[in-house]
C-alpha cells in the first residue's frame, strides 16, 4: 500500500510538471555532483527527485529504474544499482569511456477518461500497459498521450558529440554550446525540436536552483525563434533547469474512439553553469 501511494505521488508530480512554465507545481529533476570530471577513474553522482524547490530534497525520489545512458559513442544502456530513498533516488555512475554522456529518463504515457456502463471512469498508465487499456464497449473516450524528456550531460576528461544526436521523437534538446562547456556570461545557444522538426515560436523558461539562499526564484522566460533555437546568458554559477512543454493535437469528439489522441510533450534539463 505505501508503494502504491508513492507510485502515484510521483507519476502526479510528473503530470504537474507538464503544466505551464511557471505553474507552482512539484517539479522532477535530475542532480549530477559535477557535469566536468577530470580523473584517471570517472564516477559521477546523481540525486534525482520531485520538489516544489528545485533541487531540495522534500517531497519524493524520483525512480530511476528506465534511467538511460547514452556514452561517448552513441550506445545506450539501462542504469544499474540505483538506491531509492525516502526524499531522492542516488547512483553512482562509473563512467568508462572519455568523453560526453548523455542521462535521460523517456516516459510515453497514456492518459484520459470514457464512460461504461452510464460511469465516468479516468486512466493513466504507460503505452501498452494495463493501466492504459480502455475496455471494450466504452464510450465518450478522451485520451491524450504524454511525453516526458529529463535528461542531463556529464562529461569525463574530454568534451564529444556522438551522445548529443537527437532522436527524432518528441521534444528534444539539441545543444549548438556543449552542455558541459557552460560559463556565465558567455552566450549558451540551443534549439528545440518536435519530432526532428525545429520547435519555432516554442516558450521555455530556465531556472537557478538554491533559491532558498536568494528569496526569489531567478526564472528566465525565453521563447525559440522560428529555427527553433535561443540564446541566453546566466548572471552566476550554479546548477540550472531548464524547462519546455507543448500540448498538441485534438481531442476526438465524443463515441469516435478512432480519432488521433490529443499529444502533449514536456522536457526538462539540468545544467551546470561555471564562473569565467
Known sequence: MQQNRLSKSIALGLIAATLSLGAQAHNAWLLPNATMIDSKEAWVSLDAGISNQLFEFNHAPLRLDNLMITDPDGNTTKAEGAVLGKFRSTLDLRLPKDGTYRLAIVNNNVMGSYKLNGETKRFRGAQGSPGAQIPSGATDVQTTQV??????????????????????????????????????????????????????NLAFSVTPGTAKYRGSSGEQ???????????FTVPAANMYWLNASFPGGERGAPGQQQQAPAKRYTYAATFEVLPQ
Open 147 to 200: 511525453q516526458t524528456r529529463l535528461e542531463t550531460f556529464v562529461s569525463a576528461n574530454k568534451m564529444s558529440e556522438g551522445a548529443l544526436k537527437p532522436s527524432g521523437s518528441g521534444l528534444e534538446l539539441v545543444p549548438i554550446t556543449h552542455p558541459t562547456d557552460l560559463r556565465v556570461g558567455e552566450p549558451i545557444k540551443i534549439r528545440f525540436q518536435l519530432d526532428g522538426k525545429p520547435a519555432a
Open 221 to 231: 522566460r525565453l521563447t525559440t525563434d522560428a529555427k527553433g533555437e535561443a540564446s
